[in-house]
Structure formats: C-alpha cells, structure tokens
C-alpha cells in the first residue's frame, strides 16, 4: 500500500547523533514520532508549536522550514 | 441633426451677432460642408472621432485663406492659438477667459470674436441628450428650451489641426538659468529615510492605535514619536493634528509607501519596511517620490503663511475651491512632469517661472477655471477663488482666479518642491530658487541612469563589534544602510546619534529565521570582510549557526510511505527527480512535482491520501475493555507509534496488531512526557466511534483526572429535618459530623459516636441504635485507616519508617527501584552532621558492596542530580502516589 501524507511534518537533522539526543531528552521525547530514518523522525502537525517550545526549553532553536512554495522547493522558514 | 448645432456662447457673446458674422465669414466656404463638419464636431466632443474632424477641416479650410487671415492677429491672439494647441485643440470658454485675462487682453469676448469672426476657432455645443418622452410630453409645448447660462455652457472653442500649424507655438521654451545662490536648503533623502527607520522601529515596539476617524496617530503618540525622532519642539502634545503636519506628512508617506499599514486600528510597519534603509538611494527615492505625489492632502498650500484657507467645514462643498484629492495628486505628478521637460540638471532657476510655465502648459492644474459667478469677482470683472484669500497684511483680501495665479497655483508649486521634493532628494531649493540634484536627474530619467546604478556597491558601514557582543555604530543618516543591516541580526537598543546594538543567539537565529544565509550573517558583522569580526563573537555566531542548522523542522510536507524499500525504489524509478528520499520507506515529494505525483498514483490500485491538516479520524475501532482494533484501510506509521507508547501491543486472533490501553500503559506514557490531554484527545479523536461514559471514566481514572476517593466505616445519623439547624450549631457535634446524606441524615465519624450520643441525649434527644453501618465487617475500629482508589491506590500509602523490620525496607526499596515510583525519603547524612534531610527521588538501582553495605543509587527529582545514599541512614520512605 502507498499512504500519501498531505500537510506532513518532519524533523529532519545533520547527523545521527543529534536525533538520538533528541529522543533522549525528556520533554522532547513524546512530541517525536516514529523515526524514518537515522536522521529524519516524524512529527505530529498538530504538535509542532509544542515540539518548539519543549525544543526550546531544552535549549534548542529549531530553523523551521515549510514546504509549501511550489516553485522554489526549499521554502524558508 | 441641423446646421444650428452651430452657436455661441459665454464668453462668444451675442448668439445672432456672431451666428451672422459667422455665417458671412464662412460665406466663401463650402456652407453645407461647414454644417456637416459642425454636425461632426458636435458629436466628436468626447474624442472618438477628433481625427475626422481633423481630416475634414484639412479639406474645408485652405491654407492660402488661413494665411491671410493669421496675418493680422496679435502677438498675444497668436499665443492664445499656441496655448489651445498645447491643450489639444479644445479649451474650454472659463480657460480661454483666464488665459486671455492672465495676459493682460483687456476685453477676451472681444479677442474671441475677433478669432472666430475669422474662422480661426470654432465654438460648438455638444448635443443635449435625447430627452426623455416622459418628462418631453409633460413639458408644455410653449416653454422655451432652457436657457444655458455662461458657466453651464457645456461646448468648447476648437482650434483646426490645420490652423495651429500655421499660426505657430508648440513646445515651450526651458526654464531660465539662474545664478548659483550663496545658501541653499540641500535635499534630505537621507534624513528622510532615518525618520522612516524611526517611525517603523516605534511602531514596531509599541503598535499605537490610530484616532477613530482617521489613519493617523492620537496626540499622545504623536508626541511620544516626535521625541523618539528628536524633535522637542513637536514633541509637546498639539492640541490638533493639523499642528503636526510635518509628523502627519511622514505617517502618510509611510502609509502610501507601504511601509506601514493599519490593522485593526493599529498602525504596525510592514515585512518592505524592514528593508527601506538598505535599498539603494535611487530607489529610496524612486519609492518616497511617488508615495509624496500621491498624497491626498494638500499641505503645500495650508502652509503657506501668506494664504488663508477656508477649512472645508466653513463653507459648503459647493462654495469652496477644494482641489479634489486626485487632482491634488494629478498636479503633484505635473509638477515633476514638469521638472523633466523644463528643468536643467544642476542648473538653478526660479520657482515662480516653473509655475508660470506650468501655467502655460495647462490651466486646470490644480484647481478648476471658472466664470464668474455668484461667488463674486474682481474689480476686473474675473472670477476669484472661492475659500482661499491672502492675510499677509491682516485684512482678508480676496484673490482673482487670473492675477493669482502666483500665489495659490505657485505657492503650491513653492510648498511641494520646498517640502517633499527636497526631503525625497529630487530638488535642493535657496529662497525662491531650485535645482534638480544628479540624484533626482537619474530618477526623473533625465542623467544615464542605468540597472548598474541600482546595484552600486554599498558604502562602508561606520560600527565596531566589541568582544561583549554589543555593536556600537553612528547612527547618521548616510549610516542608515549599516545600521538597518546590523539591526536584522542584532537587537537594536538604542539609536540615536550613536546605535547600540546587542548580539544573541536569539537574534542570529531570527535573522535566519527570516531567509538570511549564514554566510549573509558573518558577512553583515563583518561589514563584507572589511572590518574582522573579534575571535570569540565569531566562534560564538558560528555555534548558533551550527546548532541552528542542525534541527530542521520542516512542515507542510507531502510525504510518500510505503510497506517497503524495494516499493520506493520502483516508485522512484517511476517518477524520476520527483521524490527525495527521507529513509527506506519514506520520501519527500518536491513541490514542483505534487500535481504530477498525484496523477501517476491515481494509476496505482492501493492508494492512501491523507490529509494531516484534517487530523486524524476514525483510525482505530475502541471495545469496552479499551482494546484498540486498528482500521487497516486508515492505518499508518503515526497512530501506530503514539499507540505503542500509550498501549501494550499484542497480537490478535487473525494475527492482526492490536492493543490494550491499560493504567499501567498510560502511567508510562505520562512518565515519558505525554500529557494527559495529548493522551486523551489523541484516543477520542482517532477512535471511530465516541468513547462510552465507562470507557471515559477508565481513560480519565488512570490519567489523573480526578482525585484520590476513600471509603471509610461510618455511622449514619437519622434526625428530625426541623432540629437540623439547632444540631449543627453546636460546634462540638459539627465537629464529628463528616456531612450529610441527605436532608434528614448526617454521616458520624465511628471514633465520635459515643460523643454524638453523649451530646444528643443531654439536650434532650432520644438516641435509638439500628442505623450503624459497618461495610467492610468486624468491629468498628477507632481510627479507621482509609484505603484509597483510584489510579495509584495501589502505591499510595506503602512507607516504611524506622523501627520496621529491616527486610520490609529492603523490600520496598527494591519493589520502587524495579517499578521507577518516585518515593519521599528521610536521610541522614554524615555531612550534615545527622540532621534528617528530606529527598524526594527516582530510584534507579540497589547495589551491595563488598562490606555488606547495601547503597540506593538515584535521580534527585528537584535537582535532576544522581545521588547514591547508605541504605542504612534512610530513616523512612514514603511512595508518592503520582507519577
């Protein structure tokens, strides 16, 4: 089966050590989806302001990028 | 349509006079084809068939004939010819009145009959419309035509094509140079833009709320803004708006600029405005000159010290002589119109000739021309401005719509170009004297202006970055550009003659929030490589970059999942350059390329569309045991994590995942961070069907919802409703009541019911036994211990205290480090001399060491600090009942 999600939202980060602490920290954890890969996790859309601010409390700043601008394809944030 | 579509009127005079004279001069013309060339003329009097008439006054007139007759005009009638053709051909009776009357034509009936007389202009009327056969039948048939007074004629005066050309004129001449003044007012572009920087950085720190009438800031605010810009004298409140044009003037031209915009009746600046200061001077200037030509007001002439201007509520609409804001517009764009045909590039000349030469191009320039009429006239006999009189000498005096030109056409020319076109940069002025700057001659087109000069190279910023992270630049006009380049990556605190700056990771990581590059950011500190940036304020940037860049959280997304990584890989082949591949079975769809992913899985036969903006309905099946049964036509990879986090999975009878949320299930989902809220929303949303009051009473219970319940021996008390009150006034029986029941019933704590009876029976009550309830059997005790439900019942009340055996705290200590409860533990330390300290902590392992001393290792929950503690110096343990 093919599942197409529309409005979806990931995490995506540099390397694989960094998702890792991320799941690890607590606050974080639960706003953190299944993981597709080392490096890329799933997130809620309906989650995504309280991912940010559990972020950062933890001390992170997330750069935040959408995906919507149908001609550039690295849409800022 | 007859020959009599022919007629003079207004200023023409007499109707048969010059309907005779007329028709005599035109005696050697073709008569029928002067009537069809009126016929024509009447109806081409909106310009649709203007060319025709040309063409057929080419054919009617000979030149030979035009010759002899423009031989005998003035110098002035010949002008007059000029100044029509300049105007197209037509002019209106009012104009041609005015324009005759400017130059000094004693009688302009006279000088238009005379040019009529010989057929050198032509009066016509356009055609009344068709009358209506209502109104037309109840007219009586004996009442004459309306009678069109001068300043309703509705006609023109035309000119031939033919006869303008003979009769000469054309373009006017260029401005006069004058001799260079000895000071001069220089244009203030960049001053201009500083005050805009300011006005946007106070509106974007206090986003003040505009009058209820219009767009413009209260009195407060505006004082407050005018201190914040550095002008004192502005800065006391006025008692009117109209007190304050200068500050009103900039709010108007940020608000036609775009650089703010009322929202909500709040005045905030706009994403444009950010950039206004690090835009090249040209299109500053370009931008600021078209927002101040397009102002509505008209304050270039409320200013003028030597006009009174009647404000609109003094008089009626109709007795007034308001320019309507489009031709307040229309004449500001003339002017600079103007400035490119008549003006020299860096040459001085006077602001009274480029009045008179705008006076020469077209006389409705800012206000309309008209007869005279009831509002009154000059001794000369022309019409004078309604509204706007001269004070300079005390005495209102009022003003001829010919002679003053100069004074209200010319003092609006005066205040514009004194006033906008300096501050925007177009003009420097000294008195009465302008000239165009390079800066303005490249705007107005009229100096090589090219694309390069759009993207000179920016001058050298003047600020230093300190070691402390402050940055410390001139806040000058001509250092805007740096500052507004420095205050996207670095919080302005203040600015005045000088700028402070502060850098913060919060700043640089809103600088690339908003589309900066990273190399964008060190390249603005460092002012493009000219100015180093201090080691350790680069090493700090680049951690924020660096950790910025690490966690990308991207949203709006299509994303691609599939059951496995060889079906991606065909899916990919499928739609090359579609697809960037997120992990084995997941894939971003590039934007670009949705519609085309969309059609081609429209092809596949199992397909899933989901839309996460909808949220997620209807994904799982819940029973009554809250079993989870998931939908596997809705099924995927999210539902499926949280559901693991928040349930125990097992396999079904058709081997099928399912899964039991049970409280032990939910106690570890709130210990690994989800809330209650998240838990309970997610089942009540994904659920196909709304969750049963059981089920809900369940999910809440072991969530937390609710508080501790207690059941506990009690005695019933059974009395009579009207001794209710009496009884529970006495302190001492309210005391050992635990409430009531009902209306005829209290509950009797069981270790005060020898008291109650006491008490009741010396007041004089009849205590009777039989309603003592003992639910949980045996004797009643005397301190009943209460035995708590709810989702931690099990935990709470489990401690241990010294003087218990050894082998139950070795127990307890082992049960909560395997379970991970939370417990409240006394301790005795040998540093704080043996005082008892109070720890609350996560267990995490027991160790024995080789002494046979047994030590607790543990996560201090205040602290989040691990600590180990002697087993034998734990005085008591409590188990916390949440989590």
């Known amino acids: 089966m093919i599942r197409l999600h529309k409005h979806a939202a990931f995490l995506m980060v540099n390397d694989r050590g960094a998702l890792a602490e991320l799941i690890a920290t607590q606050g974080v954890r639960s706003a953190i989806g299944p993981q597709l890969s080392a490096t890329v996790a799933w997130l809620d859309h309906h989650r995504l302001e309280a991912l940010r601010e559990a972020l950062r409390q933890a001390g992170y700043r997330p750069r935040s990028r959408t995906d919507e601008t149908p001609d550039g394809g690295e849409g800022g944030g | 349509m007859e020959g009599s579509a022919i007629r003079s009127q207004g200023p023409v005079g007499d109707t048969r006079a010059d309907s005779r004279s007329l028709a005599e001069l035109l005696g050697e013309y073709s008569e029928a084809a002067v009537r069809d060339l009126a016929q024509l003329l009447g109806v081409a009097r909106g310009g649709t068939h203007r060319a025709l008439c040309e063409r057929v006054a080419r054919a009617?007139?000979?030149?030979?004939?035009?010759?002899?007759?423009?031989?005998?005009?003035?110098?002035?009638?010949?002008?007059?010819?000029?100044?029509?053709?300049?105007?197209?051909?037509?002019?209106?009776?009012?104009?041609?009145?005015?324009?005759?009357?400017?130059?000094?034509?004693?009688?302009?009936?006279?000088?238009?009959?005379?040019?009529?007389?010989?057929?050198?202009?032509?009066?016509?009327?356009?055609?009344?419309?068709?009358?209506?056969?209502?109104?037309?039948?109840?007219?009586?048939?004996?009442?004459?035509?309306?009678?069109?007074?001068?300043?309703?004629?509705?006609?023109?005066?035309?000119?031939?094509?033919?006869?303008?050309?003979?009769?000469?004129?054309?373009?006017?001449?260029?401005?006069p140079a004058q001799p260079e003044p000895p000071q001069m007012d220089r244009a203030a572009l960049p001053d201009l833009v500083r005050d805009l920087f300011v006005l946007v950085r106070f509106l974007s720190a206090k986003q003040p709320r505009t009058t209820r009438t219009s767009r413009h800031l209260d009195q407060a605010n505006l004082a407050e803004l005018a201190a914040a810009l550095g002008r004192p004298q502005a800065a006391r409140p006025a008692r009117r708006l109209e007190d304050v044009p200068e500050l009103l003037w900039l709010e108007s031209v940020a608000l036609q600029a775009g650089l703010v915009e009322v929202r909500d009746r709040r005045l905030t600046a706009t994403a444009s405005a950010e950039a206004l200061a690090q835009r090249p001077p040209i299109e500053q200037c370009r931008l600021l000159l078209e927002a101040a030509s397009a102002q509505t007001g008209w304050g270039e002439l409320e200013a003028e010290e030597e006009l009174a201007v009647a404000r609109p509520a003094a008089l009626s609409p109709g007795e007034l002589d308001v320019p309507p804001p489009g031709a307040r517009v229309r004449a500001r764009r003339r002017i600079v119109q103007a400035l490119t045909q008549a003006a020299s590039p860096g040459t001085w000349h006077r602001i009274a000739d480029l009045a008179e030469w705008l006076m020469e191009s077209g006389p409705d320039f800012l206000i309309r021309r008209r007869l005279p009429d009831r509002a009154g006239a000059t001794e000369a006999g022309e019409p004078i401005y309604r509204g706007i009189r001269r004070n300079a000498s005390g005495e209102p005096q009022s003003i001829g719509m010919a002679t003053g030109w100069p004074w209200v056409e010319g003092a609006f020319v005066a205040g514009f170009l004194r006033a906008a076109l300096r501050r925007v940069g177009v003009v420097d002025t000294a008195g009465d004297l302008f000239r165009l700057t390079d800066l303005g001659a490249r705007?107005?087109?009229?100096?090589?202006?090219?694309?390069?000069?759009?993207?000179?190279?920016?001058?050298?910023?003047?600020?230093?970055?300190?070691?402390?992270?402050?940055?410390?630049?001139?806040?000058?006009?001509?250092?805007?550009?740096?500052?507004?380049?420095?205050?996207?990556?670095?919080?302005?605190?203040?600015?005045?003659?000088?700028?402070?700056?502060?850098?913060?990771?919060?700043?640089?990581?809103?600088?690339?929030?908003?589309?900066?590059?990273?190399?964008?950011?060190?390249?603005?500190?460092?002012?493009?490589?000219r100015s180093p940036v201090s080691q350790n304020v680069a090493f700090s940037v680049g951690e924020w970059i660096a950790a910025y860049e690490r966690y990308q959280v991207w949203s709006e997304a299509w994303v691609i999942e599939v059951d496995s990584a060889s079906e991606l890989g065909s899916l990919q082949e499928e739609l090359p350059g579609c697809l960037e591949r997120l992990g084995p079975t997941a894939a971003r769809v590039l934007p670009q390329h949705r519609a085309r992913v969309e059609q081609v899985l429209t092809q596949h036969p199992d397909v899933l569309a989901i839309d996460h903006a909808a949220g997620l309905r209807a994904v799982f099946d819940v029973d009554d045991r809250l079993v989870v049964?998931?939908?596997?036509?809705?099924?995927?990879?999210?539902?499926?994590?949280?559901?693991?986090?928040?349930?125990?999975?097992?396999?079904?009878?058709?081997?099928?995942?399912?899964?039991?949320?049970?409280?032990?299930?939910?106690?570890?989902?709130?210990?690994?961070?989800?809330?209650?809220?998240?838990?309970?929303?997610?089942?009540?949303?994904?659920?196909?069907?709304?969750?049963?009051?059981?089920?809900?009473?369940?999910?809440?219970?072991?969530?937390?919802?609710?508080?501790?319940?207690?059941?506990?021996?009690?005695?019933?008390?059974?009395?009579?409703?009207?001794?209710?009150?009496?009884?529970?006034?006495?302190?001492?029986?309210?005391?050992?009541?635990?409430?009531?029941?009902?209306?005829?019933?209290?509950?009797?704590?069981?270790?005060?019911?020898?008291?109650?009876?006491?008490?009741?029976?010396?007041?004089?009550?009849?205590?009777?036994?039989?309603?003592?309830?003992?639910?949980?059997?045996?004797?009643?005790?005397?301190?009943?211990?209460?035995?708590?439900?709810?989702?931690?019942?099990?935990?709470a009340q489990r401690r241990w205290r010294t003087g218990d055996p050894e082998e139950a705290r070795q127990a307890l200590l082992a049960e909560v480090v395997d379970t991970g409860r939370p417990i409240a533990i006394s301790y005795c330390s040998v540093i704080t001399g043996e005082e008892p300290q109070e720890w609350v902590l996560i267990p995490e392992r027991l160790e024995d060491t080789r002494w046979g001393l047994a030590r607790l290792h543990a996560r201090c929950r205040e602290r989040g600090e691990r600590r180990t503690f002697d087993v034998s110096r734990i005085d008591s343990i409590v188990v916390l009942s949440e989590p």
Request: proline share 9%; hydrophobic share 40%; with cysteine.
């Open chain 2, 629 to 795: 049964t998931p939908d596997p036509s809705r099924w995927h990879w999210y539902p499926e994590h949280v559901l693991s986090q928040i349930a125990d999975s097992f396999r079904g009878k058709r081997g099928g995942p399912r899964y039991r949320i049970t409280r032990e299930s939910i106690l570890r989902a709130l210990e690994s961070g989800w809330t209650a809220d998240e838990i309970e929303h997610f089942v009540e949303q994904c659920a196909a069907r709304p969750l049963s009051a059981a089920q809900v009473l369940s999910l809440r219970g072991w969530l937390g919802r609710y508080g501790p319940v207690a059941l506990a021996p009690a005695v019933l008390l059974r009395l009579p409703i009207d001794s209710r009150a009496d009884i529970l006034a006495v302190p001492e029986l309210r005391e050992a009541l635990l409430g009531a029941a009902s209306p005829s019933v209290c509950v009797v704590r069981c270790d005060e019911v020898a008291k109650v009876r006491r008490l009741l029976q010396c007041a004089g009550f009849t205590v009777e036994d039989g309603l003592a309830l003992d639910p949980l059997g045996g004797p009643t005790p005397a301190s009943p211990p209460t035995q708590p439900i709810g989702p931690n019942h099990a935990w």
């Open chain 2, 60 to 175: 009617v007139l000979k030149a030979d004939r035009l010759r002899a007759s423009l031989k005998g005009l003035s110098r002035v009638e010949r002008d007059f010819l000029a100044f029509i053709g300049r105007l197209g051909g037509d002019v209106e009776p009012a104009q041609a009145a005015w324009w005759l009357s400017y130059h000094g034509t004693s009688s302009s009936l006279n000088t238009t009959r005379r040019l009529i007389a010989r057929a050198l202009l032509f009066p016509f009327l356009v055609p009344p419309p068709p009358a209506d056969p209502m109104t037309e039948a109840a007219r009586p048939h004996h009442s004459p035509e309306p009678r069109l007074t001068p300043s309703a004629f509705p006609g023109a005066l035309w000119c031939p094509e033919s006869i303008r050309r003979l009769a000469g004129g054309g373009a006017l001449p260029t401005l």
């Open chain 2, 443 to 529: 705007v107005l087109g009229l100096a090589g202006e090219t694309e390069a000069a759009s993207e000179e190279a920016l001058p050298p910023g003047r600020f230093f970055v300190q070691p402390n992270f402050e940055i410390i630049a001139d806040g000058g006009g001509d250092n805007l550009a740096a500052v507004a380049r420095l205050s996207q990556v670095a919080d302005l605190v203040s600015f005045d003659r000088a700028a402070l700056l502060k850098l913060s990771r919060e700043s640089v990581c809103r600088a690339l929030d908003q589309g900066l590059s990273s190399a964008a950011v060190m390249d603005v500190l460092s002012d493009s490589g």
